[in-house]
């Protein structure tokens, strides 16, 4: 990592939850809590807890020099709302199989 940027992972024990309009797009129990500096934290959910079948690949990639590259999922009303790391770089191996969402609710 880049002197002062770090990331940490942690398994959450909270519920997670993602909807879209009045479609419930994810929700799970087993997150992973992303925290990386100057960015806010994120939840990372199990792609089994993900209601994939709602969603579109996306043409759009992004890379991160600290996570890989991205790749991103959408809804016909929503582009690019999902993204996650196919081949993640080692230091965060975990997020592997895991996507994230701009809004969840967390109880």
């Given at each position: 990592?880049?002197?002062?940027?770090?990331?940490?992972?942690?398994?959450?024990?909270?519920?997670?939850?993602?909807?879209?309009?009045?479609?419930?797009?994810?929700?799970?129990?087993?997150?992973?809590?992303?925290?990386?500096?100057?960015?806010?934290?994120?939840?990372?959910?199990?792609?089994?807890?993900?209601?994939?079948?709602?969603?579109?690949?996306?043409?759009?990639?992004?890379?991160?020099?600290?996570?890989?590259?991205?790749?991103?999922?959408?809804?016909?009303?929503?582009?690019?709302?999902?993204?996650?790391?196919?081949?993640?770089?080692?230091?965060?191996?975990?997020?592997?199989?895991?996507?994230?969402?701009?809004?969840?609710?967390v109880s």
């Open positions: 990592m880049a002197q002062g940027h770090t990331i940490t992972i942690e398994h959450g024990t909270q519920h997670v939850r993602v909807v879209h309009g009045d479609r419930v797009l994810a929700e799970s129990d087993r997150p992973l809590v992303l925290r990386e500096t100057g960015s806010p934290v994120r939840h990372y959910l199990p792609v089994e807890d993900v209601r994939l079948e709602l969603l579109a690949p996306s043409e759009t990639h992004t890379y991160c020099p600290f996570k890989g590259t991205a790749s991103y999922w959408s809804l016909p009303d929503a582009a690019d709302l999902v993204w996650g790391y196919p081949d993640p770089k080692p230091d965060v191996a975990e997020i592997k199989d895991h996507l994230c969402f701009y809004e969840v609710e």
